[in-house]
């Protein structure tokens, strides 16, 4: 299943720093079926929501 990257944070954030957890909480709580996966390849961690067919 697709995914839509909403946001991107840099792996290294400040300790005890959680900003793309944070954001996703937001955004659920908007009502979105944000979560947060971590990209190895770019060393970030991305902020997705699942796609959907537009028909």
Known sequence: ??????E???AG????SW???ECAARLR???RPA???M???????LV????HDEE
């Open 1 to 6: 299943m697709p995914a839509t990257v909403l």
């Open 8 to 10: 991107r944070f840099p």
């Open 13 to 16: 954030a400040p300790r005890g």
């Open 19 to 21: 900003p793309a957890e």
């Open 29 to 31: 709580a908007e009502g």
């Open 35 to 37: 979560s947060v996966v």
């Open 39 to 45: 990209d190895l390849k770019s060393d970030a961690f």
């Open 48 to 51: 997705v929501v699942p796609g």
